[in-house]
């Protein structure tokens, strides 16, 4: 097991698997910026879950030259993909150098950027309809457990870094399956995130009409000529009802819509677009 976990970019997704982490009595500490820092330093960081409410004293830091480095400690990203490089280059800067990277984000190019600069790269497909819109505060909606983890190395195996990161997430209550071919699921996972920037202009309740089945078409005929496997993670994959029941709301906290849609209603100045939907423009003008 890691003997300490960083989780890099405390969001949504992040914001939930470090309070959760920190909760369950792991050893971690976040990096944020801006406004999450500076209420997360002050209050700390509420998670909120069905039937759960809690605000945990979470150690952050705003830059990874903030952290000492140890030899044991495990890196989680969980920024988006757009500032996965520069994030890369920090931690190289602050001198990380074989320890473990989980790229817990949606996308598949970042296990690819991280590699260039590490040797120790794996794969996380994150199932967690995480909510991100007030500094310092962060929901999830899905029950019994906070979310489905699928964790393996990049670009396919299991070790024993992927074992030991299932296992502390496991305790922190979300479900981690390692897997042989983690990008096989996370191949799946984009296939649902092409959705996010048609949500993002349409509206979240919006009927996308032909939209949706023309995007996701097109993303399998591409996938099919670049010769790609992938899993289907969707609403129809078993674990989902067993392990991650959605809700609606929680107590004062409705759900808004996906990653995308947070980022503009948070006036992030950026979106993922380019690496998701981007992700199939680029297979289908290669192959």
Request: charged share 25%; net charge negative.
């Amino acid at each position: 097991m890691p003997g300490r976990v960083i989780v890099h970019g405390v969001g949504a997704v992040g914001g939930v698997t470090a309070a959760a982490l920190f909760a369950s009595g792991t050893d971690v500490i976040g990096i944020a910026r801006g406004a999450m820092l500076d209420a997360v330093r002050e209050t700390g960081l509420r998670l909120r879950a069905p039937g759960r409410d809690e605000v945990v004293p979470l150690p952050v830091v705003g830059h990874p030259g903030e952290v000492d480095w140890r030899a044991e400690d495990a890196v989680i990203l969980c920024m988006k993909g757009q500032d996965t490089e520069a994030a890369l280059m920090a931690l190289r800067e602050a001198g990380l150098r074989e320890q473990p990277i989980f790229c817990a984000q949606n996308g598949v190019a970042n296990e690819r950027a991280a590699l260039r600069l590490f040797p120790n790269v794996h794969g996380i497909t994150v199932m967690m309809p995480a909510l991100y819109l007030t500094p310092g505060e962060v929901a999830v909606f899905t029950e019994p457990k906070l979310g489905i983890y699928d964790i393996g190395r990049y670009p396919r195996g299991v070790d024993a870094d992927d074992e030991g990161m299932a296992a502390v997430l496991d305790r922190a209550g979300i479900a981690c399956f390692p897997r042989e071919d983690v990008m096989a699921s996370k191949y799946g996972k984009l296939l649902l995130n092409l959705m996010n920037v048609l949500k993002a202009a349409l509206g979240s309740a919006a009927d996308v009409g032909e939209l949706g089945p023309a995007v996701r078409a097109e993303a399998e005929a591409v996938y099919r000529a670049a010769g790609i496997a992938w899993d289907d993670v969707g609403m129809e994959d078993p674990r989902r009802a067993a392990l991650a029941r959605p809700v609606d709301a929680l107590p004062g906290v409705e759900r808004v819509g996906g990653s995308t849609v947070q980022s503009l209603l948070r006036g992030a100045g950026s979106v993922e677009t380019d690496l998701l939907n981007g992700e199939i423009a680029l297979l289908g003008r290669l192959h």
